[in-house]
């Protein structure tokens, strides 16, 4: 059975997607960043395919990369006047 599709905090390199990707499929995630970096140096596109599941997918127990940026760059912080 397949798991909910997370990005894993435990088992990432970058982001956790390639680690996410690969325990809701229930394959080696080293065989998913292999097979992610060959097609990228063919085609390019997982780069954009990855970041956008960087900034949706919710990190297992935590939240999305668009709550990541907000927190870092200060978004949503009210400015004393």
């Not at 140096?41 to 990541?68: C, K, N, Q, S």
Request: proline letters at 5%.
């Amino acid at each position: 059975m397949k798991e909910e599709l997370v990005r894993s905090s435990s088992d990432k390199m970058l982001a956790g997607v390639c680690g996410g990707v690969a325990r809701s499929f229930g394959i080696d995630p080293t065989l998913t960043r292999i097979l992610w970096a060959v097609v990228t140096l063919f085609t390019g596109i997982p780069i954009a395919v990855y970041i956008v599941l960087w900034l949706v997918l919710p990190i297992d127990g935590g939240g999305t990369g668009f709550e990541d940026l907000k927190r870092a760059f200060g978004a949503g912080k009210s400015n004393p006047s």
